[in-house]
């Protein structure tokens, strides 16, 4: 349990050992650089960050070529399943592939543009196909629609209504012929074939008609043949999309070495970043870094080995600075770090809860989930998916933290006798029928938790050599509250014991806030209201209970209703075993949830309530990218 | 059937359509906010199915306290039990808490649940904060669920 050390580093290298340092850099894994701090006028020089523009741009194209493949990516992902690893001979031979990664990813764009060129010229020749469907059926090319000395011609479009009653009383007489060509909805497209003598006549009837003249492209040929050749054109282009999708998927060979290339680049630019925070002279640059302490030896000696004229000095944080938080804990600990850190991180020295949690954690869990069969299938499943699909680290902590749970939940389980919503063994808890026990053991074990809390407090004030603040602020609640509890058992000695803590809290809860006796007293007494907040923190816990019970009775219920179902013959006993399976997974999985968000919250809110000082910034070393894959060490 | 039998089933429905109610619109909102936010970043979507998940639980409790009536005026075991008429009220007035602060609680944490998605969509390292606001409201749920439990099994036929 504890809050990983962090020693400054300072390294003063020749530039030329630059590249080699930075990469030793990356590879350790364990150097967090920050921006250099030097006022020597000798390190003025602006750090060269030419190469970064370009980069990014390279980066950006890279991951769209690989979101452009991904689409078109047949091979099965595994359920769950780590990134793959690459060794650092393996991203060497993918940076000399570069150039002809880089053509693929030309070619993608280039079908990119075209996609986009074809899905223009589509969009217009559907566009002109609209305009001249109505034109089918007019017996001469567009082009021949013209006025003659003494004709004057028309295409367009009146209302359907008005035609039919021109059609009817022949309104415009002998020298006017007016052409149906066809009609869509309340429209009649028309052909007007007029002598100039007619012409206003004409023009005013139409108007009349709500005409609206047409222009048709003035082609040779007839509309029907327009529309043909444009259908042609149409499936040509759609023949040129099919050929396209075909071309990109041939590409999917490169998207395991492009997603490579993509990890080896982000790497480079991660390492150009560090470049951009140096301190830079002529001929050497200054590099300023944390390194946890325990590490100290390893950086040197690597960093030697590279450049054997580096100079390095390691020292403590100055006083008032806040070195970046890593915690280390034991194996068994370290999946619950997942818990503390989505709260926030502890304070640089301050104490990492982990350890003193994790037991807390894992019995809440159990008791909430409560279930000895829900219980096992989480001790057993969870190592197993382990094993069987390797996962990625954080996927594998998770897991760990379920096993952990689920131990537990085997142990409560047999408390409250409940296996799969069955009860075939004695009971030693009974929710149903004897609900105090129960609900007793939850503030107990919320006490006990509380306490734990109320502990860790009291070591950060010892070891901070605050004693008095671990009397009076510590010592005298727990005298409080125990004594309180105690009045219910041995009230004499409770009694004492109570007002002895409440006396210590009065007289001095103000310490800090007043000189004046008096607002002292005042302010004490504020703070023995603080009872209320301690009876409240407990029973908080007896939602342990209720989660339990709430698991147990719907158990019971799936049980039931498969108690039900199973006699109805063969395919009751099917339909029965279905429903037994996936109601009782249902259950687990939502409990299981519940219960681990529920525990985090009796962590969060009850325990670090009593003493955690959260803030810390998280430890972030200079490392290899993995968005898509690991690049790790040969060895 | 006696009036207290009615009663005592009113009350197993009183207990199932409030929290019930109350989850269905709390999750719903929450579904509508978690469809909203994967479209501006896909990609914390799961991390929103555990927010939407939240309310749903208290239709859960509501269910099981009707559950526990059923059981315990043997509904289920075929013949319902005699139930006189202030055992009837009891049980009725036993399944209120779980009926009315579900109802209200599911829709409550329905949308601490959505402000939550929210704030997930923009910084996704903050679900588990926003999983914690929404749990929050949960406990008076789990306090109503218990005292319904304990006046219901109170009550012996």
Avoid at chain 1, 75 to 94: G, L, R, W, Y
Avoid at chain 1, 206 to 226: C, D, I, M, W, Y
Avoid at chain 1, 508 to 522: H, Q
Wanted: charge should be negative; aromatic fraction near 8%; proline fraction near 4%.
């Amino acid at each position: 349990m504890a809050i990983v050390e962090m020693k400054h580093m300072d390294m003063l290298a020749l530039d030329r050992d630059r590249h080699e340092l930075l990469a030793a850099i990356q590879k350790l894994g364990c150097v967090q650089v920050i921006q250099a701090d030097t006022e020597d006028v000798t390190f003025n020089k602006p750090s060269a960050m030419a190469e970064l523009p370009g980069l990014e741009e390279q980066l950006t194209r890279v991951g769209w070529a690989i979101s452009r493949l991904v689409k078109h990516d047949n091979t099965k992902k595994p359920f769950m399943a780590d990134k793959p690893s690459i060794d650092t001979a393996q991203s060497e031979a993918v940076l000399l592939q570069q150039n002809q990664l880089m053509e693929t990813v030309e070619t993608l764009e280039a079908l990119e543009r075209e996609a986009g060129d074809l899905r223009g010229q589509s969009a217009r020749i559907e566009a002109l196909s609209e305009q001249l469907r109505p034109w089918q059926n007019l017996q001469i090319p567009p082009s021949d629609v013209h006025t003659t000395r003494n004709t004057f011609a028309l295409l367009g479009s009146v209302q359907k209504a008005s035609w039919e009653i021109w059609q009817a009383e022949n309104t415009f007489g002998e020298l006017c012929t007016v052409e149906q060509i066809s009609t869509q909805r309340d429209l009649a497209y028309v052909y007007v074939l007029c002598h100039n003598s007619q012409r206003e006549h004409a023009m005013a009837i139409l108007k009349e008609g709500g005409f609206t003249a047409a222009s048709l492209p003035h082609g040779n040929l007839l509309v029907r043949e327009q529309l043909a050749e444009l259908a042609e054109e149409q499936q040509k282009i759609e023949q040129r999309q099919q050929g396209i999708i075909l071309d990109t998927a041939a590409l999917v060979v490169n998207l395991v070495p492009l997603k490579q290339l993509y990890d080896v680049l982000a790497s480079k630019r991660a390492r150009l970043y560090a470049v951009e925070r140096f301190a830079v002279s002529e001929h050497t640059f200054f590099l300023q870094a944390w390194v946890p302490e325990t590490m100290t030896k390893t950086v040197e000696e690597q960093l030697m080995l590279v450049s054997p004229s580096v100079a390095l000095s390691f020292y403590d944080p100055a006083e008032g600075e806040e070195p970046p938080v890593l915690l280390h804990n034991s194996a068994a600990v370290t999946p619950f770090e997942s818990v503390v850190s989505s709260f926030s991180l502890p304070a640089p020295f301050s104490v990492d809860p982990t350890a003193v949690m994790m037991p807390f954690f894992i019995n809440f869990m159990g008791m909430m989930v409560s279930d000895a069969g829900y219980g096992l299938m989480m001790a057993i499943v969870a190592p197993l998916l382990i094993k069987a699909l390797k996962p990625s680290k954080s996927t594998q902590r998770m897991l760990w933290l379920i096993m952990g749970g689920g131990l537990m939940t085997i142990f409560w389980g047999l408390m409250y006798n409940s296996w799969f919503g069955y009860a075939p063994l004695p009971t030693v808890f009974d929710p149903m029928n004897n609900a105090m026990p129960v609900m007793a053991t939850c503030i107990g074990l919320g006490a006990l938790h509380l306490f734990a809390g109320l502990g860790m407090a009291a070591y950060l004030n010892i070891r901070r050599g605050q004693v008095l603040d671990m009397l009076c602020d510590q010592v005298s609640w727990f005298m409080l509250i125990v004594g309180l509890g105690l009045m219910l058992v041995v009230p004499a000695v409770g009694q004492w014991m109570a007002i002895a803590g409440a006396a210590i809290v009065v007289l001095t809860a103000g310490r800090k806030k007043s000189k004046n006796p008096i607002k002292r007293l005042i302010s004490g007494l504020g703070a023995l209201y603080n009872v209320t907040g301690w009876v409240s923190d407990l029973l908080s816990y007896i939602r342990l209970f209720g989660m339990g019970l709430a698991t147990g009775v719907i158990g019971m219920v799936i049980n039931i209703l498969v108690g039900m179902i199973a006699g109805g013959g063969i395919i009751g006993m099917v339909l029965g075993a279905a429903v037994f399976v996936g109601g009782h997974l249902f259950n687990a999985g939502i409990n299981i949830f519940g219960a681990y968000v529920h525990s985090c919250r009796l962590q969060y809110i009850e325990f670090f309530g009593k003493f955690y000082e959260d803030g810390g910034i998280p430890f972030r070393p200079l490392v290899t990218s993995n968005s898509y894959v690991h690049i790790r060490d040969a060895q | 059937m006696s009036i207290g039998q009615i009663l005592a089933l009113l009350g197993a429905a009183i207990a199932a359509i409030g929290a019930g109610i109350g989850s269905s619109r709390g999750v719903g909102l929450g579904g509508e906010t978690s469809a909203g936010v994967s479209t501006e970043n896909p990609e914390v979507n799961s991390k929103l199915l555990l927010l939407q998940l939240l309310p749903g639980t208290q239709g859960i409790y509501g269910f099981l306290i009707g559950v526990i009536v059923l059981i315990n005026t043997n509904v289920l075991g075929g013949a319902m039990k005699p139930v006189e008429l202030f055992q009837g009220l009891s049980i009725l007035i036993g399944c209120l808490p779980i009926g009315i602060v579900g109802y209200y609680s599911a829709i409550k944490q329905g949308k601490v649940a959505a402000a939550g998605m929210i704030m997930t969509g923009q910084r996704p390292e903050m679900s588990g904060k926003g999983i914690t606001m929404a749990v929050m409201v949960e406990t008076y749920a789990v306090l109503s669920l218990l005292l319904s439990f304990l006046i219901v099994n109170a009550i012996k036929l």
